[in-house]
């Protein structure tokens, strides 16, 4: 999985809604996510945030690159309350069931959940399903504090929203 130069922005952006800085910041990452077009030196998500100061946890069933091999189709006990920020970004969509992705970050977060998915025809093949705007929002808390759509080349549109937890 990857993430965009373009699209790493939103954990920084969202530390500030809360009000944090992102030293000291906790968040969990779905995913083993790699940049592209890397941000300086760093080849992996985690990298990047940790020399930001992030208190940083990844989870994926893959459990390379130092994350947590997980499940996340499946309920992930003992993580209740624990992150500022769990991240989404392209991963849900490998899941078959959806369900628990979704899930498992609301009762993670004990602030913002940030959900960023393909919505745009181009994706058609990636993963296993496309999302709309309105299914991400029906997975979230009232308090939506960012909903927008990424256009791509090919329709490869991306939908965001970030949201407190449910």
């Known amino acids: 999985m990857g993430i965009a130069v373009d699209i790493g922005w939103y954990v920084p952006w969202t530390a500030g809604v809360l009000g944090k800085s992102m030293h000291g910041l906790s968040v969990c990452e779905f995913g083993n996510q790699r940049l592209r077009n890397t941000m300086g030196c760093y080849k992996t998500y985690k990298k990047y945030l940790k020399a930001q100061g992030v208190i940083h946890t990844s989870i994926d069933?893959?459990?390379?690159?130092?994350?947590?091999?997980l499940d996340l189709s499946k309920p992930i006990c003992g993580m209740s309350n624990r992150f500022d920020i769990v991240t989404n970004i392209g991963v849900a969509e490998h899941?078959?069931?959806?369900?628990?992705?979704?899930?498992?970050?609301?009762?993670?977060s004990k602030g913002?959940?940030?959900?960023?998915?393909?919505?745009?025809?181009?994706y058609a093949g990636h993963g296993h399903r496309i999302y709309t705007i309105d299914e991400i929002l029906s997975h979230c808390s009232e308090k939506i504090v960012l909903v927008e759509k990424v256009n791509r080349a090919n329709d490869m549109a991306m939908g965001v929203v970030v949201a407190g937890a449910k």
Do not use: R
């Open 95 to 108: 899941v078959k069931d959806d369900h628990w992705v979704f899930e498992n970050a609301n009762n993670m």
């Open 112 to 122: 913002m959940v940030i959900h960023i998915l393909p919505i745009g025809s181009g």
């Open 61 to 69: 069933i893959n459990g390379k690159d130092g994350v947590i091999s």
